[in-house]
C-alpha cells in the first residue's frame, strides 16, 4: 500500500456520460498530480494541485476538470465522454517539490 | 517545457545480465532526476533517484548516473532477476518545477 488511495479501481461507462475519479493523497502531503495513461502509453500530466490550489497544468481536455478540497483529498471529472478517453489514471502525491511521486493503483476507465 | 527523451522502449536479457536503460533531458535546469518501476496492473513505484549535486548513485542492484553537460542520465540493473521485469521510466521536472515530465517508458524482460 502506497498511501495514496484511489477509487473506483475500475469503472466501464458509456460515450457521452460523465465520471468522477476520487484520489486521497498520503498523509502530509500537500501536492496531487494527475495523469493519463493510454494502451501502452506513457504518463501523460494533466493537472496539479496544491494545498487547495490548481499550481499546473498538461495537456487536460476541456472536458475534464478537477479540485483538490480543505481534506486535500482531490477529484477528477471526465465529462461527454468518449471512446479514446479510456485509460489508466493515476493520481499521485508529494510532499513538495522536486520530489518524487508516491502513485496510486490507478482508476482503469473503460468507455464504450 | 521539459521535454524528456527514453530509449530503448523495450529490452530483453538473459537472467543475470546487466541491463542499461538511457534518457536526455532539455532543460538544463533540472535538477532532480527520479526512475520509477511499473509492474503490470500496478501504479509506478519509485525505486530510485538522483540530484544534480552528485554523478552516481547506488542501491543494491541498481545505479544511477548523471551527466549535466550531456543532459542525459542512465538507469543501470545489475544480475537482473525476473522479478525485475517491468516498463521503467526516467521523470525530470518541468520548467517551473512543479510537476515531473516522464519519457516514454522502457519494458524491460528478465528471461529465466
Known amino acids: 500500500d502506497s498511501g495514496v488511495t484511489q477509487t473506483p479501481k475500475h469503472l466501464i461507462t458509456a460515450t457521452g456520460q460523465r465520471v468522477t475519479l476520487r484520489c486521497s493523497p498520503r498523509?502530509?502531503?500537500?501536492?496531487v498530480y494527475w495523469y493519463q495513461q493510454s494502451l501502452d502509453q506513457g504518463l501523460q500530466f494533466l493537472i496539479q494541485?496544491?494545498?487547495?490550489?490548481?499550481?499546473a497544468k498538461g495537456n487536460i481536455l476541456e472536458r475534464f476538470s478537477a479540485q483538490q478540497f480543505p481534506d486535500l483529498h482531490s477529484e477528477l471529472n471526465l465529462s461527454s465522454l468518449e471512446l479514446g478517453d479510456s485509460a489508466l489514471y493515476f493520481c499521485?502525491?508529494?510532499?513538495?517539490?522536486?520530489?518524487?511521486?508516491?502513485f496510486g493503483s490507478g482508476t482503469r476507465l473503460t468507455v464504450v | 517545457g521539459e521535454n524528456v527523451e527514453q530509449h530503448p522502449s523495450t529490452l530483453s536479457v538473459q537472467e543475470g545480465d546487466s541491463a542499461v536503460i538511457k534518457c536526455t533531458y532539455s532543460?538544463?535546469?533540472?535538477?532532480?532526476f527520479p526512475w520509477y518501476k511499473q509492474e503490470l496492473g500496478k501504479g509506478p513505484q519509485l525505486i530510485i533517484d538522483?540530484?544534480?549535486?552528485?554523478g552516481e548513485k547506488k542501491d543494491q542492484r541498481i545505479a544511477v548516473t548523471l551527466n549535466k553537460t550531456a543532459k542525459h542520465f542512465s538507469l543501470h540493473i545489475t544480475e537482473t532477476q525476473p522479478e525485475d521485469s517491468a516498463v521503467y521510466f526516467c521523470?525530470?521536472?518541468?520548467?517551473?518545477?512543479?510537476?515531473?515530465?516522464f519519457g516514454g517508458g522502457t519494458r524491460l524482460m528478465v528471461k529465466p
Open positions: 494541485y496544491y494545498n487547495g490550489e490548481e499550481r
Open positions: 532543460d538544463s535546469a533540472s535538477n532532480y
Open positions: 499521485a502525491s508529494s510532499a513538495g517539490t522536486p520530489n518524487g511521486y508516491t
Open positions: 538522483i540530484r544534480s549535486n552528485v
Open positions: 498523509s502530509g502531503d500537500l501536492s
Open positions: 521523470a525530470a521536472p518541468s520548467d517551473a518545477g512543479n510537476m515531473l515530465t
